[in-house]
């Protein structure tokens, strides 16, 4: 499922990234978070994962491909 | 874009370090991978991702099974208008003077574990919720580890409720904790009061810009913003041993955030302005 744009939301993968006006990437509410996933054995296998997973969804716009929501 | 645009391979060891270098006006999404500390953190801009999405999107990337989160349906039309005027008047409750004091310009962040066999039987014994039992839990920690002049909190309780973009899903039920009722049934008694004003909440301060609700929720200054997160029990080859959230600019003084990892785990980790607040040694109760 994707998700409709917003009328007011400009594509994500402008130089200018905005929505109702206001570039997000400078709100100080915007400021990102961080979530930490922590591994006991060795990562590496879950770094080639994470790079094919990448590429793969590359294909595809990454913010509409939404289709976790029913 | 390319690969190096989202992803990155690093030495460093410090998540922190991490994300001070992390450039916001340059990246809203970005994964690092740290092959000397065996961790991968994803560093996202709340103002275009919510937690649930984001979680998706990093359970996707890292090859995990995703998890499918049920949001709560909206009450239908003309309810809501009564639902948002309950809820305004209600929420003069929320605007009492803070007994906390926001004095950490970077938060303190502490990590503890729950036993989620443990939450579970608490849950089933008392009748309540799973969400309400380990807020429970981990208010009695934090009221243990404040002054005794601290008698009662403005807790936040995220919720995750259905939107129509991709924005925004989320709303909050507001309660008060008193030091002396934090029991897991004093806590589903006061959300079960106050279950209505999810609804009213999200009247009041909906907006397609999640920044805009984060800023109305500031203005009631919450003590604490709890989320409990859904999870599988799914670690994988790479053995994950935890998934951690981090909070840098929460409107809260203490932003909480548990995810289950494992079969029994159920880590909670806090994002704490307030000085001086040592939470006992993550173990497991």
Redesign the interface.
């Known amino acids: 499922m994707e998700?409709i744009l917003?009328q007011f939301e400009t594509p994500?993968?402008n130089d200018v990234?905005q929505?109702?006006g206001?570039d997000?990437?400078?709100?100080?509410?915007?400021?990102?978070?961080?979530?930490?996933?922590?591994?006991?054995?060795?990562?590496?296998?879950?770094?080639e994962?994470?790079?094919k997973?990448?590429?793969k969804?590359?294909a595809v716009p990454?913010?509409r491909n939404?289709d976790?929501?029913? | 874009m390319k690969l190096g645009d989202i992803f990155e391979v690093t030495d460093e060891t410090d998540i922190h370090k991490i994300f001070n270098a992390f450039d916001r006006r340059k990246y809203l999404y970005r994964i690092y991978a740290s092959t000397k500390s065996q961790f991968v953190c994803i560093i996202w801009s709340h103002a275009i991702l919510d937690g649930i999405t984001a979680q998706y999107g990093s359970y996707i990337m890292l090859g995990k099974n995703v998890v499918t989160n049920i949001p709560i349906e909206h009450p239908p039309s003309f309810i809501r208008g009564f639902y948002a005027v309950d809820t305004f008047f209600k929420l003069s409750e929320f605007l009492c003077n803070s007994q906390l004091q926001k004095n950490l310009d970077v938060p303190d962040f502490q990590t503890m574990c729950l036993s989620i066999n443990e939450i579970k039987r608490v849950s089933k014994q008392n009748k309540v919720s799973f969400p309400a039992t380990a807020c429970a839990m981990y208010l009695s920690r934090i009221f243990d580890a404040l002054p005794e002049s601290v008698s009662f909190l403005k807790v936040f309780i995220s919720v995750y409720i259905k939107n129509s973009n991709r924005f925004n899903n989320y709303s909050i039920i507001p309660i008060i904790v008193q030091r002396c009722k934090c029991s897991p049934l004093d806590i589903n008694t006061s959300i079960s009061k106050n279950k209505t004003m999810l609804f009213g909440f999200y009247e009041l301060f909906r907006t397609s810009l999640l920044t805009n609700v984060k800023s109305q929720i500031d203005t009631l200054k919450p003590d604490v913003i709890f989320a409990s997160m859904k999870n599988n029990d799914e670690i994988g080859d790479a053995k994950l041993n935890r998934i951690l959230v981090y909070n840098y600019t929460s409107s809260a003084k203490i932003y909480a955030c548990g995810i289950q990892t494992g079969a029994d785990n159920f880590y909670i980790n806090s994002s704490i302005r307030v000085a001086n607040v040592s939470l006992s040694t993550p173990l497991k109760i």
């Open positions: 998700y917003e994500i993968t990234f929505l109702y206001e997000l990437r400078c709100l100080d509410s915007g400021k990102p978070m961080l979530t930490a996933f922590h591994y006991d054995a060795d990562i590496n296998y879950t770094i994962l994470c790079k997973n990448i590429n969804k590359f990454l913010i939404c976790h929501i029913p």
